[in-house]
């Protein structure tokens, strides 16, 4: 998702759901707390956190 606007977008009470569209089964977006203008984030639904040191931004050199 791209914030496209000029002001941040906060996701505080966004969900995700990979292909049921059923909001009863959506999960909260965690992780990122707003999208600044111009940034983009990308969520992935799995069953294991995904998050490597590799892929973690908090962790720029692992």
Not at 39 to 52: F, L, M, N, Q, R
Request: avoid cysteine; charged fraction near 15%; charge should be negative.
């Amino acid at each position: 998702m791209t914030n496209t606007g000029a002001a941040p977008v906060t996701l505080t009470s966004y969900k995700m759901d990979d292909n049921t569209f059923d909001l009863n089964v959506a999960v909260p977006m965690v992780g990122v707390t707003s999208i600044a203008p111009g940034e983009s984030v990308v969520s992935v639904e799995g069953k294991y956190p995904a998050v490597t040191p590799e892929l973690d931004p908090l962790n720029p050199y692992p």
